[in-house]
């Protein structure tokens, strides 16, 4: 059964740095584009960023370049956001999520709709 679990969030000053991590267990990451989502308080879900199954392929919300990195470690089959500068608007829950499908499914690229998702880990900034 294909299961993602987010750590690495909590409580951090503005300016300051997390690194989040999405584990998986049940399948292997290496056919699978991975997203990061967050959720603020009211607000709908957002996508953050996403990478491709092998790593070449990045992109990223307007609202983080520059701030946030996604990687991939497909050895150890977890997905990591890196995130610094970290500001009061960044504040919510996070989410990593596969794409629809999976694992049955191999969708490789960051063009997939993703619907498989992790319990998520709180993220917040303030001083």
């Known amino acids: 059964q294909l299961q993602l679990v987010e750590s690495g969030g909590g409580l951090v000053q503005p300016g300051g740095s997390l690194r989040l991590s999405c584990a998986a267990s049940?399948?292997?990451?290496?056919?699978?584009?991975i997203g990061w989502f967050r959720q603020a308080p009211g607000k709908e879900r957002e996508r953050v960023s996403c990478?491709?199954?092998?790593?070449?392929?990045?992109n990223y919300a307007d609202s983080v370049k520059g701030r946030f990195t996604i990687s991939r470690d497909n050895a150890k089959n977890t997905v990591y956001l890196q995130m610094n500068s970290l500001k009061p608007e960044d504040t919510a829950i996070y989410y990593c999520?596969?794409?629809?499908?999976?694992?049955?499914?191999?969708?490789?690229?960051?063009?997939?709709?993703?619907?498989?998702w992790g319990q998520g880990t709180q993220v917040t900034v303030a001083s």
């Open positions: 999520a596969a794409p629809v499908g999976a694992p049955s499914v191999k969708t490789t690229t960051c063009r997939a709709e993703f619907g498989s």
């Open positions: 049940g399948f292997t990451l290496d056919y699978y584009a």
């Open positions: 990478i491709s199954n092998g790593g070449g392929s990045t």
